[in-house]
């Protein structure tokens, strides 16, 4: 581990006079709960130190106000950014020139009057200012180039690479952290783009702390080891300096915690955390279906969780743009809906005001989420579907096919991974490629020994070198790939209500898999007539021609398993006959399913769970795709007279509508609490109380 800088290196690197002795850096046990709060910004503020006139309009009773009116009740304000520059007075990083006042002290002061909390941003391994003058502390890739350049890359362009946290610039990192806390009363740290890359650094440091460690850095598996030491080590030192100072404050590290990490290492480093969250601007890269997919994964760790969306029409940065009003709502309420918190991201412009527009459409939101906390403060969700995280590059497709499928059908479902605790959920599903070693095969055959449901779908099942079905009890025999150019599916009886009653393209091929004798097969294989070549050509794809003996989809007790890329395929063409034929195939293994209503496929509904209560959250929102990248929400169309059907543990005593607090006449029969909700304009919720 390199060492901690001396205080001469320390004025070397940041140019000042200043020292600061650092705390133990052990982690301290245990979280402080309730560092969230459901109406927060986070306030980039990455300026250039050729920008002039930084902060020259900033008036902080203006800024406060701005943010009361808005009902903005927390802001992770700036105190180091990507291009290195510090946000006030600093000792031990370089100021931005053109700052003349203390900007972080200004806006603490500023909003704690108005009571609205303050988190101080620090950028971590993208620092330009650093990463210019320390060409030793830069991260280098294999070929020994600089690595996760941003911006044209060469002497004189732009760079912004990333700078390695396993040398000296994290003790520079940390004294900066740690003098924030000692000088202003932040009330926790966000520290970003804490991005080791997990092949390995191969910058100096880190090759000599490999070769001293008796790891090769020729390996990548040597390499990939010692990133998740390094990974792990930085945390902790993150965590432990605000515990040092602030053992209630906040702390985020924003990188590390994500989806398709190791899951051990996902809970080793929740202890570091007091909280998670969960960036996806929809504009920005994310799209609409990454939150779905994130938030029903990492809601589950044990830590508060909070939504992170955007102001802008794209993405950071965006000056110039506000977001549609209607898409704002959207994605807050659907953070509500999955029991997490909402935080809206903007971006300062350099003469230090806010633009008033962009806070006119936060505080229409925002007004909104405060009406409804209630009903969402410690509510959690209620599910019982689970779908494990896959791996893998192809893996996202599988994962967001799942979700859409499941929120299309209004399935309550978690993402969970190989070391969640199964035994809550009625059904779990592994899509599309999850391959069993033996510490999987033999959890998922003792869930389903207790008495729980499968459902998997082409090489899940199969043992890790894919060559034959490893789960007991499947009924199936593999034969491997399938090996023609085109693998069509007929749904047959029991199976295909609702789905027409002809063959299907499957835009993907999958398995060749044949029954065993009490297998129940619930959709067959159809073959072309003829694999392409030079001999033979078919405009387009070549028409199915007869049924084979070879299944699509089939049943084993309390197993369904598709021998097709089900999900993945959905997710690339949404052909809504995938969707059907799974959830007739789901109705076959939970018939009373915890949801039940009457909506078109664009609404969602999830359920959450309070102390003596549950909360049907009904959204309809429908995003359009109207550039080639884009999915835009603009308008909300109402729907009128919904019919929905909740299970809940008893009779409910009272039934209303949230946040109007309107009673709805209820009937309750089998389980179920049955209502008529008049309308659902963009998001109602219906409370079941008793």
């Known amino acids: 581990m390199p060492s901690q800088l001396s205080r001469r290196e320390l004025l070397r690197v940041a140019g000042g006079t200043g020292f600061f002795v650092f705390a133990d850096l052990a982690p301290a046990a245990g979280t402080p709960p309730g560092v969230l709060t459901f109406r927060h910004i986070h306030l980039d503020f990455h300026t250039s130190p050729a920008v002039t006139g930084v902060g020259s309009e900033f008036k902080a009773e203006e800024f406060a106000r701005i943010l009361k009116e808005a009902a903005v009740n927390s802001i992770t304000i700036f105190g180091k950014c990507h291009h290195g520059m510090s946000y006030y007075p600093t000792k031990v990083g370089t100021r931005h020139p053109e700052l003349k006042i203390d900007l972080v002290g200004e806006m603490i002061e500023a909003c704690h009057r108005q009571g609205i909390r303050v ?5 971590t391994m993208y620092d330009q200012h650093i990463w210019r003058r320390h060409a030793d502390w830069r991260v280098y890739d294999e070929e020994g180039k600089p690595f996760g350049l941003r911006g044209p890359a060469g ?18 990192v940390l004294a900066q952290a740690e003098e924030v806390l000692a000088n202003y009363e932040a009330d926790g740290l966000f520290y970003d783009n804490f991005a080791y890359p997990g092949f390995g650094c191969l910058g100096p440091s880190c090759m000599a702390e490999r070769e001293k460690l008796g790891l090769e850095s020729a390996r990548l598996e040597d390499r990939q080891k010692h990133a998740g030491m390094v990974t792990e080590r930085s945390i902790a030192r993150f965590a432990a300096t605000v515990r040092a100072r602030k053992p209630k404050a906040g702390i985020f590290t924003n990188g590390p915690f994500r989806m398709r990490q190791p899951p051990d290492l996902l809970r080793r480093m929740a202890d570091n955390y007091t909280h998670i969250e969960i960036e996806s601007l929809p504009g920005g890269g994310w799209g609409y279906s990454h939150y779905q997919v994130a938030s029903r994964y990492l809601r589950n760790f044990g830590l508060e969780a909070q939504g992170m969306t955007g102001a802008f029409h794209r993405s950071w940065g965006d000056f110039g743009t506000v977001r549609n009003q209607a898409a704002l709502d959207y994605e807050c309420f659907s953070m509500l809906a999955q029991a997490n918190k909402c935080s809206v991201g903007d971006h300062l412009h350099p003469n230090g005001r806010l633009n008033p527009h962009t806070y006119e459409r936060i505080g229409r939101t925002f007004r909104s989420v405060a009406a409804k906390e209630p009903w969402c403060e410690g509510a959690k969700a209620v599910t019982e579907i689970a779908s494990l995280l896959s791996m893998g590059a192809r893996a996202n497709d599988s994962d967001v ?28 599903i592994l899509p599309d490629g999850h391959r ?33 079905f490893v789960l007991p009890g499947m009924g199936l025999d593999y034969e491997g790939r399938w090996k023609h150019e085109s693998q069509y599916i007929e749904p047959l009886e029991g199976a295909r209500e609702g789905v027409p009653g002809m063959v299907h393209e499957m835009y993907e091929t999958g398995s060749a898999v044949k029954a065993q004798t009490g297998t129940t097969v619930l959709a067959r294989v159809w073959a072309g007539y003829f694999d392409k070549d030079y001999r033979r050509f078919q405009v387009e794809q070549t028409p199915y021609a007869k049924p084979t003996d070879y299944i699509a989809a089939a049943q084993r007790g309390r197993l369904v398993y598709f021998a097709v890329p089900i999900f993945r395929v959905y997710a690339q063409h949404g052909y809504p006959v995938y969707r059907d034929l799974v959830a007739n195939c789901i109705g076959r293994l939970i018939g009373d399913p915890l949801v039940k209503a ?41 729907l009128n007279n919904v019919n929905v059907a909740a299970r809940v543990p008893g009779r409910p005593s009272k039934v209303y509508l949230a946040p109007q607090r309107q009673d709805l006449p209820c009937e309750y029969a089998e389980g179920y609490a049955r209502v008529t909700v008049p309308v659902v304009t963009g998001h109602q919720m219906v409370v079941f109380e008793g």
């Not at 959250?617 to 550039?627: D, M």
Request: with cysteine; charged share 25%.
């Open 119 to 123: 988190p101080v941003y620090i950028s």
């Open 155 to 172: 002497p004189l362009k732009a760079e912004l690479g990333r700078v390695c946290v396993n040398t000296p610039y994290m003790d520079y």
């Open 401 to 428: 096919g799942v979700t859409r499928m499941l929120t299309q059908k209004r399935y309550q479902f978690d993402i969970v991974d190989r070391e969640s605790d199964f035994s809550p959920y009625r059904l779990v």
């Open 436 to 468: 069993l070693d033996d510490p999987l095969r033999d959890k998922l055959a003792a869930y389903l020994s207790a008495g729980g449901a499968l459902l998997l779908s082409h090489e899940s099942g199969l043992d890790m070198d894919a060559r034959q």
């Open 598 to 638: 009457e909506l078109p496929s664009t609404a969602q509904v999830t359920l959450t769970e309070q102390k003596g209560r549950r909360i049907l959250h009904i959204l309809h929102y429908i995003p359009e795709r109207r550039s080639p990248d884009l999915d835009i929400v603009e308008d909300v169309i109402p």
